[in-house]
């Protein structure tokens, strides 16, 4: 099963003139979305549900509605608490599926 799959993802690429990108997930209670970074900041929108989101050693609850800023270059990690939907909103104007993550999530050192 594919992240994709898993997370009934749905990928909302931009437009001409529209540069940003939205992916929107669904998550079960339980299900751990990893640690990751991104060399720049975004949004991330919690539409639905409960979550605990780890910023390097910082640990926040969130309910919907709630919107965050995740901060450039930190290692996050979201715990679904309660069944979720979630956005992350990410300037960007890749359109290619195949190529998306590689993108926005920054390589190790």
Avoid: Q
């Amino acid at each position: 099963m594919t992240l994709d799959d898993t997370l009934g993802v749905i990928h909302y690429f931009p437009t001409e003139g529209n540069p940003v990108y939205m992916r929107r997930m669904r998550a079960p209670a339980g299900y751990v979305i990893g640690s990751h970074r991104h060399n720049y900041e975004h949004y991330s929108v919690l539409c639905a549900g409960k979550v605990r989101v780890t910023y390097a050693n910082e640990v926040e609850e969130h309910e919907a509605p709630s919107v965050m800023i995740v901060p450039a270059g930190v290692e996050h990690r979201i715990e679904a608490l309660t069944d979720i939907v979630w956005l992350c909103v990410h300037g960007t104007t890749e359109t290619d599926r195949d190529s998306i993550d590689e993108v926005l999530i920054a390589k190790g050192e």
